[in-house]
């Protein structure tokens, strides 16, 4: 039956891959070298070699005891050692009783050092090369000398005894190759157990995120329709009244030619005007509202990934408005004073309007609810007041959305633009925001920058290039 070395490691070093490995080929090695001594302690008994019976079957004894130790919680690199010490030792003796520096047996110590280097790495594999070297100069230094025995086998088998060691030299170099294999085998296939688990890891990590992008671009959609539903009610109020007007100047145009059936038109000329002014101004709101729901499906409907002239201050205003009704439809109590500085003229941008649109809506909402906070500290004297700014600045147009809300500490602000990481409470952020609005911004060939004061105010530049620069580049 077959005996897994893994019995023999404890659950603790199984949890470390380079140490269960290094234990696995210390148990397997222990084990195969058991069998190989035990079989030549037999033939050191076929050929009366009874110093190499003796030497063996105690290594032998050795060697199966070593597996066991690894089991109670003797360290890897410990039983390496023990493992190299015993067959050192069966190797020095049987050498040293089987003629010295002629023995048959002495290549073996020319093992030693790649079985050290398999099982205890570069470093065991030095420290054992230096100790085979060394036993070999000390054998050369004896040779000669009554301190070197006469060899304890028969001559009647000199031959078979050279025969068998160098058998045994071939069986224990195949030995250590095969323990070798095993155990990259062992590896290769640990490493793919890993790698499937990093794969899985990986897709659902990969799912996850795209889930939570999906679930900020929700909150940012939330939170344009929010925005719209306040924003949409001033055109409709106004369209609504104006109709009621226009309905009450025709019934009274009506009662007039009932009156007077040869009314002129030149007596109703002003009622006329009345109805065309209310006219204009449905059109113009109406418009207003068009306008307004082709934003939101134009943001719903995600980025088409075409570019297009882009007019920086219409879409900053529109959605500074989007952002503020947005705010007041969360906390109704909420108000805030907001100052356009727009550039009177400034230069064409080439972006993609829905991108451009998120980037200003998170932008100008995280300056809301910045403010919005501090402003529920009730701090004495304090006024909201987010200030939006176009300017051009060379080839570049910069769009600065600012805030004199709480401003954000030193410490996170290297942090503020990595993905998942939110200054909101737990169920308030996602934490992408500003890392996708930093992503939309590069995107196009521009940078989001942060300056900051804490407690004080916060300020969020965009920078984009012209069209004209743009072209040039290109």
């Given at each position: ?10 659950a ?7 140490r ?7 148990v ?12 030549y302690a037999?033939?050191s008994?076929f050929i ?14 050795g060697f199966?005891?070593?597996p066991?130790l690894v089991r109670s919680g ?5 039983a390496?050692h023990?493992y190299?010490?015993?067959c050192?030792?069966s190797?020095?003796?049987?050498a040293?009783?089987?003629?010295g520096l002629?023995?048959?047996v002495?290549?073996w110590?020319?093992?030693l ?7 205890l790495?570069?470093?065991g ?7 085979s070297?060394?036993?070999?100069i ?5 040779e ?5 025995p ?6 009647r ?6 025969y068998?060691c160098?058998?045994g030299?071939?069986l224990?170099?195949?030995g ?16 793919a157990?890993?790698?499937?688990d990093?794969?899985r890891?990986?897709e659902h ?12 671009k ?6 344009l329709?929010?925005?719209?539903a306040?924003?949409i ?8 009244n104006?109709?009621?007007?226009t309905e009450?100047?025709?019934?009274e145009?009506?009662?007039e030619r ?7 038109v030149s007596e ?5 005007d009345?109805l065309q ?5 449905i059109?113009?709101?109406?418009q207003?509202?068009?306008s307004i729901v082709?934003?939101?499906?134009a943001?719903s409907?995600?980025?088409s990934?075409?570019?297009?002239a882009?007019?920086?201050?219409g879409?900053l205003?529109e ?6 009704s947005g ?6 109590e909420f108000?805030c ?12 941008v080439q ?11 998170n ?9 919005a906070r ?13 200030r939006v700014?176009?300017?051009r600045?060379?080839d570049?147009?910069?769009v600065?959305?600012w805030?004199n809300?709480?401003?954000i ?6 942090k503020?633009?990595e993905?998942f990481?939110?200054t ?7 934490g992408l925001?500003?890392s996708?609005?930093?992503?939309i911004v590069a995107?196009?060939?521009g940078?989001?920058?942060l300056?900051?004061?804490e407690?004080?105010?916060t ?5 984009l290039?012209?069209a004209?620069?743009e072209?040039?580049t290109?």
């Amino acid at each position: 039956m077959r005996v897994s070395p893994d019995r023999f490691v404890p659950a603790a070093v199984r949890a470390d891959p380079e140490r269960h490995r290094c234990a696995r080929l210390v148990v397997n090695a222990s084990l195969l070298t058991c069998g190989f001594a035990v079989a030549y302690a037999a033939i050191s008994a076929f050929i009366s070699f009874s110093v190499g019976v003796a030497t063996m079957a105690a290594t032998a004894g050795g060697f199966l005891v070593l597996p066991f130790l690894v089991r109670s919680g003797l360290p890897t690199q410990a039983a390496g050692h023990v493992y190299m010490a015993l067959c050192a030792i069966s190797v020095g003796v049987c050498a040293h009783f089987s003629g010295g520096l002629h023995s048959p047996v002495l290549p073996w110590f020319v093992i030693l050092p790649f079985g050290a280097m398999l099982l205890l790495g570069p470093g065991g594999g030095v420290a054992w090369l230096t100790f085979s070297v060394a036993a070999v100069i000390g054998y050369t230094a004896l040779e000669g000398t009554p301190l070197v025995p006469p060899s304890g086998i028969d001559s009647r088998f000199d031959a078979t005894f050279i025969y068998l060691c160098y058998v045994g030299l071939v069986l224990i170099v195949f030995g250590i190759a095969l323990v070798f294999e095993r155990a990259r085998a062992q590896a290769e296939s640990s490493l793919a157990a890993r790698n499937a688990d990093l794969a899985r890891t990986l897709e659902h990590l990969t799912h996850t995120q795209a889930q939570l992008v999906q679930q900020e671009k929700l909150a940012s959609l939330g939170a344009l329709t929010a925005g719209i539903a306040h924003e949409i009610k001033n055109p409709l109020n106004f369209v609504n009244n104006f109709a009621a007007l226009t309905e009450e100047l025709v019934s009274e145009i009506k009662t007039e030619r009932a009156e007077k059936p040869d009314l002129r038109v030149s007596e109703v000329e002003d009622l006329l005007d009345d109805l065309q002014s209310n006219a204009a101004r449905i059109r113009e709101h109406g418009q207003r509202a068009d306008s307004i729901v082709k934003n939101m499906l134009a943001h719903s409907r995600g980025t088409s990934g075409v570019k297009e002239a882009v007019d920086i201050n219409g879409l900053l205003d529109e959605y500074t408005s989007l952002a503020y009704s947005g705010m007041r439809a969360q906390r109704s109590e909420f108000t805030c004073t907001i100052e356009r500085a727009f550039e009177v003229s400034p230069p064409t941008v080439q972006a993609v309007p829905q991108d451009l649109s998120r980037v200003f809506l998170n932008l100008l909402s995280n300056a809301f609810y910045a403010v919005a906070r501090r402003r529920e500290e009730h701090e004495k004297g304090y006024e909201p007041l987010v200030r939006v700014e176009t300017r051009r600045a060379g080839d570049v147009v910069e769009v600065a959305v600012w805030d004199n809300g709480g401003g954000i500490p030193e410490e996170i602000r290297s942090k503020i633009f990595e993905p998942f990481f939110t200054t909101k409470p737990t169920g308030e952020g996602t934490g992408l925001g500003l890392s996708l609005s930093h992503d939309i911004v590069a995107a196009h060939g521009g940078s989001l920058s942060l300056e900051s004061e804490e407690g004080t105010w916060t300020c969020f530049t965009v920078r984009l290039p012209t069209a004209q620069m743009e072209t040039e580049t290109t």
